[in-house]
């Protein structure tokens, strides 16, 4: 057995499936390319069948990445596969991975499938997806709840096709470590042909042990794979948090004994790519990624750190990318600077005029904010109006009053299909005040679900503002998230953002998972 550990990430494919944090193609483009700067082994760059938009994402990151494997799910049916291995033809790694639940509970009640019917699809599965492609994964989906027996047959006789990395979901997160290491150890030992795949975890996070369970799958079952999204990402409680993964097996080598191939300088610039274009805050106390995981508040732990690090810090925040966060651009910084800037962060913007536009915005920016950091201009190309031709709404002017002892104001002034509108409103703050205006004109009857700000770079009142307002309307969910130094127009412009994705009526095939 060897001593690599593959990283799977599957932020742009399980993660994306967290409700409001489905991205545009070039969104998605943007953060697989930070993906393959983390080295991760191997991108799940979309659910190619599931919608037009998918498949194009998927395409446009095989056609991009050349280190990393790049793949596709597919469920387990000629149609889907086919899709899968159309949109992987540009990639010089391709990977399709196709499932099919095998627990008594999705055969009966979701699939409405037989054990032999469903053993037999994921043999036919396998042996299409071969003819395909020379790199394939199978997943029996809530694996961990399946009948062991079974699961045992249907895994020899996948491997048997050909499948050349055997995955085993815990898709409900119900699993506790040992037992989940030892479901697995427990089944490579009874397959015959066990050591002709590579044995991989997939863990959701509902009892929150989706990191334990995941180690527990590699220490104790065996497994050379680990199935992990950027932050947690994911619908419910989340996925294996890659993070926490990879700085377990780094920190703990003496423990785990494995090498992985990951950049970790490259962490935290993906933890916040991916926070800033999902519109998913990290919590301040999450590990390693967190704005308070290097923090020593306490003056007795302060006083051990100037004395010796190790005293209490079993990592370095330089080494998880902390110290990336530089100032880079400033007001004089010309067209020129600021496209290497583009380029060295992996921003590709399609035309000439997408690049004037963001150019445009950085000037705007700079004037009014004199140090520019790299999560500035992160924010400044998600905008919308910068890579977006079909942006619907958009905001054009703010102003708002507010005063002790009155009831706020705000006039708000923007776009709808290009017909200029102006609306006002009083409020509980300005916040309120001005999304009262916008809804009081456009009448869209959405559901706020969510609303947060947070500091684009922590530690300034001179940061900006990124706003993350999440919309319920006729049972979809989106998030938009939008920045400016000054917060009122930060929320006008998620807000604003949020009903552009919901004004783009863009739906997808819900992956099984
Ligand atoms: O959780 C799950 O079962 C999945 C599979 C599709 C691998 O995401
Ligand atoms: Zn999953």
């Known amino acids: 057995m060897t001593d690599q550990l593959i990283i799977f990430d599957t932020t742009l494919r399980d993660g994306e499936q967290s409700p409001g944090a489905s991205m545009?193609?070039?969104?998605?483009?943007?953060?697989?390319?930070?993906?393959?700067?983390?080295?991760?082994?191997?991108?799940?760059?979309?659910?190619?069948?599931?919608?037009?938009?998918?498949?194009?994402?998927?395409?446009?990151?095989?056609?991009?990445?050349?280190?990393?494997?790049?793949?596709?799910?597919?469920?387990?049916?000629?149609r889907d596969i086919s899709r899968a291995a159309e949109a992987l033809k540009g990639a010089p790694r391709a990977r399709i991975h196709t499932f099919i639940a095998t627990s008594e509970l999705h055969m009966e009640k979701k699939l409405r499938m037989t054990r032999d019917q469903v053993f037999e699809q994921a043999k036919q599965a396998v042996r299409f997806a071969r003819n395909l492609a020379g790199d394939i994964e199978f997943s029996p989906e809530d694996g961990y709840r399946s009948d062991p027996d079974f699961l045992c047959w249907v895994l020899e006789a996948v491997i048997n096709e050909g499948a050349t990395t055997v995955n085993i979901p815990d898709t409900v997160g119900y699993a506790v470590p040992e037992l989940y290491g030892e479901f697995i150890r427990s089944l490579r030992e009874r397959i015959p042909n066990s050591d002709k795949a590579v044995w991989s975890v997939h863990c959701h996070n509902d009892l929150g042990m989706a990191v334990a369970n995941s180690l527990a799958g590699v220490k104790i079952g065996g497994a050379r794979q680990i199935e992990c999204t950027i932050n947690g990402l994911g619908e419910r409680a989340g996925n294996c948090s890659l993070e926490e993964v990879v700085m377990a097996v780094k920190t703990r080598k003496d423990h785990f004994g494995l090498t992985l191939a990951i950049d970790t300088s490259q962490i935290v610039p993906a933890s916040r790519m991916v926070s800033q274009t999902t519109g998913f805050v990290v919590q301040p106390n999450k590990a390693v990624v967190g704005a308070n995981a290097f923090a020593h508040a306490s003056g007795i732990h302060q006083d051990g750190v100037l004395k010796a690090r190790d005293t209490y810090e079993i990592m370095r925040a330089e080494d998880v990318g902390w110290s990336a966060n530089k100032i880079v651009l400033g007001k004089l910084s010309g067209r020129n600077a600021f496209r290497q800037r583009l380029q060295e962060l992996g921003v590709d913007l399609d035309s000439e005029a997408e690049v004037n536009a963001a150019f445009a915005r950085f000037k705007d920016l700079a004037d009014r904010k004199s140090d520019i950091f790299d999560e500035d201009i992160i924010a400044l190309v998600s905008d919308e109006s910068v890579t977006s031709e079909q942006e619907h709404y958009r905001l054009l002017a703010l102003s708002q009053h507010s005063e002790t002892g009155e009831r706020p104001q705000a006039s708000v002034v923007f776009t709808a299909g290009g017909v200029e509108h102006k609306a006002s409103s009083h409020g509980n703050g300005p916040v309120d005040a001005?999304?009262?205006?916008?809804?009081?004109?456009?009448?869209?009857?959405?559901?706020?679900?969510?609303?947060?700000?947070?500091?684009?770079?922590?530690?300034?009142?001179?940061?900006?503002?990124?706003?993350?307002?999440?919309?319920?309307?006729?049972?979809?969910?989106?998030?938009?998230?939008?920045?400016?130094?000054?917060?009122?127009?930060?929320?006008?412009?998620?807000?604003?953002?949020?009903?552009?994705?919901?004004?783009?009526?863009?739906?997808?095939?819900?992956?099984?998972?």
């Open 434 to 513: 001005s999304l009262k205006a916008i809804e009081s004109r456009l009448k869209t009857g959405a559901e706020l679900l969510l609303y947060s700000v947070n500091a684009i770079t922590s530690g300034s009142t001179e940061s900006q503002g990124e706003v993350t307002v999440r919309l319920q309307h006729g049972g979809r969910v989106v998030n938009g998230v939008g920045a400016d130094p000054d917060i009122v127009v930060a929320s006008a412009k998620a807000y604003l953002s949020a009903l552009n994705k919901l004004h783009s009526k863009l739906e997808r095939v819900a992956a099984q998972g």
């Open 24 to 78: 545009t193609r070039d969104e998605k483009l943007r953060i697989a390319r930070q993906l393959e700067r983390l080295r991760v082994d191997v991108i799940e760059a979309g659910f190619a069948a599931s919608s037009n938009g998918d498949f194009e994402a998927v395409k446009a990151i095989a056609d991009h990445i050349k280190e990393s494997t790049v793949c596709s799910l597919a469920r387990a049916n000629d």
